[in-house]
Nanobody, 115 residues
Framework: QVQLVESGGGLVQAGESLTLSCAASGRILSINSMGWYRQAPGKQRVLVATITNEGTTNYADSVKGRFTISRDNGKNSVYLQLNSLKPEDTAVYYC?????????WGQGTQVTVSS
């Protein structure tokens, strides 16, 4: 069983920055993908960014150039640096781990951006 614990959400003004962190524990294989998804009120959960164990990244078009995903394989952790935040970035951000034995989700952390 895998557990993901997120931290770092909060309330910021437009243009400011935040850093989200997620630590995974449990049965974690060496080959996996970790990432961040978000869900705004009344909308579906969508991909924000992912990163493989080899460091290959993928970003949603809406965050390219503003958000940066990184990971520390030794700590089984993934990070998301959110810069130049916009009100439309307001959402619950979920950490995710994908591996061949199954996927896991964190409980979510709220990011609110005021205009």
């Amino acid at each position: 069983q895998v557990q993901l614990v997120e931290s770092g959400g909060g309330l910021v003004q437009a243009g400011e920055s935040l850093t989200l962190s997620c630590a995974a524990s449990g049965r974690i294989l060496s080959i996996n993908s970790m990432g961040w998804y978000r869900q705004a009120p009344g909308k579906q959960r969508v991909l924000v960014a992912t990163i493989t164990n080899e460091g290959t990244t993928n970003y949603a078009d809406s965050v390219k150039g503003r958000f940066t995903i990184s990971r520390d394989n030794g700590k089984n952790s993934v990070y998301l640096q959110l810069n130049s935040l916009k009100p439309e970035d307001t959402a619950v951000y979920y950490c995710a781990l994908q591996q061949v034995i199954g996927n896991a989700w964190g409980q979510g952390t709220q990011v609110t951006v005021s205009s």
